[in-house]
Structures are given as structure tokens and as C-alpha cells.
């Protein structure tokens, strides 16, 4: 597993979303390393880490890989930060080790309330349709550019070498069998992170939403929040999917504001 490490202090471990890597945070680890030591990694099966073959893309392991790390690099526990796909995996993490998650902020987190990519999910990781996907997606940099432009609010605010950032690792071979297996066993991974949920209302969370987001539904931000008893949303209004590319200040402002504070109360 390929992880970028930087800063000094507290450890806080930055968790990319199903279409991202380490990639995603790279306007975030400069300043968040002003106060911790930032550890932002490549899942394996994304980015520049390994693909294996027959990888066990559940939630559950996906959760477990990310503990293992911590166990590597000698962190006892951590701020967890994970956005998409990766806050899932982080409230999994927190479920798993509940006493080595001190914070977690989510941005735009899967989730159970969000009927976004419930239906897609089993389609898309068919017999049928799959092996097609495998096929035809590496050679596809068009669709990568479409992908990109619905998941942010306005592409005026997207710098110009994002999209090649994010396309560089997807030419690697194996770079779409992590995808499908996400897929393959989201509704059921929803289900396991809903009834485990209740293990984790203790942890401090911020949560982060852009207005527009055409992933994950903002109105599903209200029944997950009552899942947690200490509690923050911050609302980026305009702003897609992916606010650290988007408006990447405001964003690192809210997530520091959040380590700098301490315990928040429900608001």
C-alpha cells in the first residue's frame, strides 16, 4: 500500500473516494501538516499501490487493510478523514477499532440514507455488464473528463491539471477490478454499516457536504447525523462532490477548525 507522509504531530490519515488516490489531497497535506502528522494513502487496487489479483474489496476489508496500516507505521490512533467511498470504509474503521479513531471528519460520505449508486452498484458488477467495463474503460480518457465535470459544481473552479492527475494511475493494468468489487458488495456493505453504526455515536465528526453534490445526496446528511451524538455539518453552497478540489481553502479551513477545537457539541 503506497501512502504519502508529511507534518508533525497528532497522526491524521486521509482516505481518498472510489475514483481518487493520495492525488485527492494534495492541496490538503500542506496545511494540515502544520499540526499533524498527515499520512494520505493509495488503496490497494487504486493509484500506485498493488492490484492483486482476487482482492477483497468489502467495506469490512477495506477497513481492515487500513488498520493494518496504522499497525506499520506505528500509530496507535489517528483523525480519520475519508471522502465517498473512503468515509464509508473510515465509519468501518471506527466501528472495527473504535478506540483508535479519536475524530472523523466525512465528506460527503456513502452511506445508507443516499439511494445514489444503490441501483448502479448491482448493474454495473454484473456477469454481463463487468467484463465490458474491464475492457472498454481504460481506453476511454473521454469518459474520465465526463466523470470529473458531474461530480463538481463548477469546473471554472477545477485547476487545469486535475483531470490528468486523477487519469494518470487508471492506465495502469488492474486499475477497474477494485472498482467492480466495491460495487459488487455495496448494498450489502450498507446494510452491515448501518446496523454497526451505533458503536461509533460517540466519536466527534464533522461533516462535509457541497450543495450540488450528484453522488451522495445531501438530504441523507440529516439521517446520518442523527446517528452521531457530537456533531458538525458545514454545508459548501455551489460545490459539487469533491469541495478539496473545488474551493480547497474553504475546505482545509473547515477540517482544521474542526482538529484545532476539541470536542464540539451537536449543532
Not at 491524521?12 to 485527492?24: D, K, N
Not at 500506485?48 to 507505521?73: G, I, K, M, N, Q
Request: aromatic residues 10%; glycine residues 8%; positive net charge.
Amino acid at each position: 500500500m503506497r501512502y504519502l507522509q508529511s507534518g508533525s504531530g497528532p497522526a491524521l490519515l486521509l482516505l481518498h473516494g472510489l475514483l481518487g488516490y493520495s492525488f485527492s489531497w494534495r492541496f490538503a497535506m500542506p496545511v494540515f501538516a502544520r499540526q499533524a502528522t498527515v499520512y494520505a494513502v493509495d488503496m490497494p487496487g487504486t493509484g500506485f499501490s498493488d492490484r492483486p489479483a482476487h482482492l477483497d474489496c468489502s467495506l469490512r476489508a477495506c477497513a481492515e487493510r487500513l488498520l493494518r496500516l496504522l499497525d506499520t507505521v506505528g500509530v496507535s490512533s489517528c483523525d480519520l478523514l475519508g471522502t465517498s467511498h473512503g468515509g464509508a470504509v473510515a465509519m468501518m474503521a471506527a466501528v472495527l477499532a473504535p478506540d483508535r479513531v479519536r475524530r472523523l471528519i466525512l465528506v460527503a460520505p456513502v452511506n445508507p440514507w443516499s439511494a445514489h449508486g444503490k441501483r448502479f452498484a448491482a448493474f454495473l458488477s454484473s456477469g454481463a455488464i463487468s467484463p465490458l467495463i474491464l475492457w472498454i474503460a481504460p481506453h476511454m480518457q473521454i469518459a474520465h473528463g465526463f466523470f470529473l465535470r458531474r461530480l463538481v459544481g463548477d469546473m471554472r473552479r477545477v485547476r487545469p491539471d486535475t483531470l490528468k492527475g486523477y487519469s494518470a494511475p487508471l492506465a495502469i493494468t488492474g486499475a477497474f477490478e477494485y472498482r467492480l468489487g466495491v460495487l459488487r458488495s455495496w448494498n450489502q456493505d450498507l446494510k452491515e454499516l448501518k446496523s454497526a453504526l451505533p458503536r461509533i455515536a460517540h466519536i466527534p465528526t464533522l461533516f462535509i457536504w457541497g450543495s450540488m453534490d450528484a453522488a451522495v445526496s445531501l438530504e441523507s446528511a440529516a439521517q446520518l447525523r442523527q446517528q452521531f451524538k457530537d456533531c458538525r455539518l458545514v454545508i459548501f453552497d455551489g460545490v459539487g462532490h469533491l469541495p478539496y478540489e473545488e474551493v480547497p481553502e474553504e475546505f482545509n479551513r473547515a477540517v482544521a477548525e474542526f482538529l484545532s477545537r476539541g470536542r464540539l457539541g451537536n449543532l
